[in-house]
């Protein structure tokens, strides 16, 4: 069956942006209701509520989804599940100011001729174009689209996303429409104004890659909770954004379509963590 998708590009082409708190766009509806119901009924996707964490990390194998690296989050299973057992997740931090460890879930392959065509379509350079000229990004860069799911303790502290990253994507796609309440979505952030030295520091110092900051530094200015709601923007020194998963997740998971265009050839970037900072305000050099 042939799908057409040509309306996904409207949709990018014709929103508008939203300055605040970082230049954004914020497509609701962005898959027409057919397709959207197409995706969040598929039983591949969401599944029915478990009964225990071993039945979920069961479920979730069988179904083609497995541990991948990404920031805040380990790829041994054995651990989060005991950590998670064991109410210790936050003792065990990964990166950053991350206050515990997570884990995310790629879906790895499906028989669905739907979400093949959908996942396709979205890693196409067809859409791929699409964001670049409504972005105006002229370097060139590859585009990778996929769909995850995040357990429970899953957090990335504030950040404005790497240097090499072009820009971002991500679209609401859980099992219905009471997620929506859950405390499992991405929130967009300003620094305080005693914090505001840290823009002027990644404004200057443009051959370092940008940190993760705390969460005590930041005010949350929005947050991103409604299903089939795409939020894309490009990373900059003000794209702060972060999520932090508290929530039942044997119910359902948190599912979303993940998505980057990273620049092909990116410069080297010296590392930068957030203890440079710590240090600047220990030394007052606000």
């Known amino acids: 069956m042939k799908y057409n998708f040509d309306y996904i590009l409207n949709n990018i082409k014709t929103s508008e942006f939203i300055s605040e708190p970082f ?25 029915e509520e478990v009964n225990s964490n071993n039945d979920l990390r069961d479920r979730l194998h069988k179904n083609n989804f497995e541990p991948i690296p990404f920031p805040g989050c380990t790829t041994n299973e054995d651990l989060y599940f005991e950590l998670l057992e064991q109410g210790r997740l936050n003792e065990a931090k990964t990166e950053g100011d991350s206050e515990g460890v997570g884990i995310a879930y ?20 067809t859409f791929k174009s699409t964001l670049e000229n409504k972005f105006n990004i002229n370097q060139e860069t590859r585009v990778t689209t996929r769909i995850q799911k995040y357990l429970t303790g899953y957090e990335i502290s504030p950040h404005p996303d790497i240097r090499q990253k072009a820009l971002t994507y991500l679209l609401n796609i859980n099992k219905n429409k009471e997620s929506e309440n859950l405390n499992i979505h991405t929130s967009l952030l300003k620094l305080k104004e005693d914090y505001n030295f840290i823009y002027d520091y990644w404004n200057k110092n443009t051959k370092e890659n940008r940190a993760w900051v705390s969460w005590d530094w930041c005010d949350i200015e929005k947050t991103v909770t409604k299903n089939n709601s795409m939020v894309i923007f490009k990373p900059t020194d003000y794209s702060l954004h972060a999520v932090k998963l508290d929530y039942d997740h044997l119910k359902q998971q948190r599912t979303q379509i993940y998505g980057n265009l990273m620049f092909s050839y990116p410069p080297r970037y010296e590392t930068q963590n957030i203890s440079k900072f710590r240090e600047m305000i220990e030394r007052g050099q606000r």
């Open 106 to 125: 790629n879906l790895t392959n499906t028989n669905d001729d739907f979400i093949k065509h959908l996942i396709h379509f979205l890693n196409s350079n």
């Open 23 to 47: 230049e954004h766009l914020l497509i609701d509806d962005f898959l027409s209701q057919e397709h959207f119901n197409l995706l969040i009924n598929n039983k591949q996707i969401h599944f």
